[in-house]
């Protein structure tokens, strides 16, 4: 299905960000390369974009863009971009003929609501209208600039700026058939050149049906107050992992997500992120492998900041669009071996002080029960999440966490000994947890 | 869909077995079992049996099954078994108004076939016969013995033990409407009493459509030569694993098939094998503690043994469809540790004859390869599975025979060495093919 994107307003109110709205940077990438990664998320793939105020640079970064992302982006030029927009819908008559979503280069949304956009049955002389019924105490909407429809029965019955009764807001998101082209220009020729003059004169003939987008969020980035809202609420949602154990949750993320905020404004890829850490862990080894508490100290720190560093790849691949299947994965190994290394350090630390062989055995024990601990995740992982939103979780973040507290009040034995008996019992807990579900 | 199995006859030609037909062992369970387990698999789940001859045995058994198996089985009686097999069909007829799939009490098949059959499209006065077209050089075919068919344009047009002309065969798997019990009732005032009458006044209205089954096995288990060849069969497609590598395929399986076969005998269960797998190694790791050629010896030789026996768990849980999630996961966090608990046991056996702390290095970082070896096998596993038949796989069948070898030949050092060299280089390999994929 195609998917046209009008991106051809002036956009003043964000002017101070960028000196062309789609492209103003929103955590890490512009506007509209977000709107269309959203898209092409939600299973859109044939993108058509209209151009209008400082076109030429936005054709160029979309030309860009489309290379970089391998995304198939038509680019279409609208000279009467300081009308009103619906005759940058009109530009896309000729090169649209079946049914289609329409998008603003400025909402940005979930994108479960073109999924189910997507999937609703349509006449072909109809529109439907994604609504968000939710009009009390929505924070993201700006009331007064916001698009109101009354609804009822799922068919939109008026539909405007200063609509004094309505039960939604218009979120800018339709499912369109060609229909919309012929009703645009009609009203265009009783002089209301807007998409909602064409979606009035549908709406008058029982023709905009809509779909509620069942509470997801999409947010108008109209101005620098909507642009902060829009930034927090992304980083809300793509630095929360389900997976998160407590010190991950209460101690680790605090601290990755200004990092991530700091690292997003730069061009630092995920992986980069993933190989930094796995080398700062070496370096860890390293200093665990000379003797002294100062070396200890240094090497558990820096154990504990790359745990926290470590969250950032997959914050910044979320927020970026940058997530894959093998760069998960990838981390997910060299944590392990990052793990293993930093155990194997502090179990040699820890024997070079006290020369016991027991100290091995605690060791092995201690390496054993993380990596299984991390074996048996997956399964676990799975069988938690389809049950609760929380749940407890020992991992990574706390085994890491005790290396660090181990370092620091220089009790390497206990913290070996303590890693060794929970990860073990742990393992043990998942067998069980497992073979009653 | 409901399922009807007919188990009426006398299947003298298999009395040797057991003095009921359906009750004959095949593989550690009855025919009749096995054909209803093979069904639930393919997505029946309300069984209907007809029995006969020691018809009171038989039910007594079902009953059994079904609670132990968890099965709906309803069970009904024809006194007049003696007669031909269209009388035990018409039994059904007050029980069942759907449509529904017939099979026989003695015919074992691919599931697949079943699922073909469940998705085709019928009208309410048809029958569909799945048919094995392959009438060639099919060693599974007592020729002489089989029905035969002759279809053009995937409807019967004849049908029969001894047609003269055919181009297929009776698989004795249909997918049925009720129009079969007044098909078989208008045969058998005719005279013809058997479910091939009733089958062939259908035929002859153009009624018995045609399902092929593509190649997919099923047996008539009739007599004691086809009662081989399906052992040989199922055992064939049992303990053979896409993941098996190159020690596993050549060295380990000839060795557990065997045991599989004399273990199918026992009432032994699969969980107890991989406790008992997990025990012995322990054992051996309790040999490794102690110095000496000897109990290398005996530890190595133990550990290899454990390795062979721990395919049987997976053969018989397949062979006696005890196959379950949590099992086949346990089984894999039990050998995780069992791998760890050896490596460890042989580090130290190692450690203890030189004194040398780089043992203890590379004892560590063959642990630390073999297990990151096991936590990377999943996701390269299913990268290979679905791009090729065999693929290259370095696994536990190695390792545990490195072991083997290394404590055979006396030399600890050089197995440790061989694993932590090879785990680590093959999960780099893995690394690299995945980032490939």
């Not at 730069?266 to 992120?273: A, E, G, R, V």
């Not at 860890?284 to 492998?289: E, G, H, I, M, R």
């Not at 027991?358 to 799975?382: C, E, M, Q, R, V």
Request: glycine share 6%.
């Amino acid at each position: 299905m195609k998917c046209l994107i009008i991106a051809s307003g002036e956009g003043t109110r964000l002017a101070s960000k960028s000196s062309l709205k789609p492209l103003a940077f929103l955590m890490g990438i512009p506007l509209i390369a977000r709107v269309i990664l959203l898209a092409r998320k939600a299973g859109l793939d044939d993108f058509c974009v209209v151009t209008g105020y400082n076109g030429k640079r936005l054709r160029d970064y979309l030309e860009t863009f489309s290379k970089k992302r391998n995304i198939k982006i038509t680019c279409l030029h609208n000279d009467e971009w300081k009308k009103e927009n619906g005759i940058s819908v009109l530009r896309a008559a000729d090169t649209i003929n079946d049914n289609f979503i329409l998008l603003m280069s400025d909402h940005i949304f979930n994108k479960n609501i073109i999924e189910k956009l997507k999937n609703r049955k349509i006449h072909n002389d109809e529109v439907v209208l994604a609504i968000d019924s939710n009009i009390k105490r929505n924070k993201f909407v700006d009331e007064e600039d916001a698009t109101k429809v009354f609804v009822k029965d799922e068919k939109i019955l008026d539909i405007g700026k200063n609509l004094k009764e309505y039960n939604a807001y218009d979120t800018g998101i339709f499912l369109c058939t060609p229909a919309i082209f012929r009703a645009i220009e009609q009203s265009s020729k009783r002089g209301d050149t807007s998409l909602s003059g064409g979606i009035k004169l549908l709406a008058k003939r029982g023709k905009v049906k809509t779909c509620d987008i069942d509470g997801n969020y999409w947010i108008d980035v109209d101005d620098a107050v909507r642009l902060k809202l829009a930034e927090d609420y992304l980083l809300n949602i793509s630095t929360k992992k389900q997976s998160d154990g407590f010190i991950s949750r209460y101690i680790n993320r605090p601290i990755s997500i200004p990092i991530t905020k700091l690292l997003l404004r730069t061009k630092i890829q995920p992986n980069t992120i993933t190989l930094l850490c796995f080398f700062l862990s070496i370096i860890s080894v390293l200093f665990f492998f000379h003797k002294g508490y100062i070396n200890l100290l240094i090497g558990a720190t820096l154990a504990q900041f790359t745990s926290i560093l470590d969250g950032c790849d997959g914050e910044i691949a979320r927020l970026k669009f940058l997530e894959t299947e093998f760069g998960g994965w990838f981390d997910a190994v060299l944590d392990r071996y990052a793990d293993a290394f930093l155990l194997f350090g502090l179990t040699y630390h820890t024997f070079q002080i006290t020369g016991s062989i027991s100290i091995i055995f605690i060791g092995f024990l201690a390496l054993i029960g993380s990596l299984i601990n991390s074996y048996t995740a997956d399964k676990y992982d799975s069988l938690m999440k389809s049950k609760v939103h929380r749940y407890f979780r020992i991992g990574r973040d706390l085994r890491i966490f005790i290396i660090f507290l181990g370092g620091v009040l220089n009790l390497p034995i206990l913290a070996l000994l303590a890693i060794a008996i929970i990860m073990n019992v742990e393992n043990m807990r998942r067998v069980v947890v497992l073979a009653r579900a």
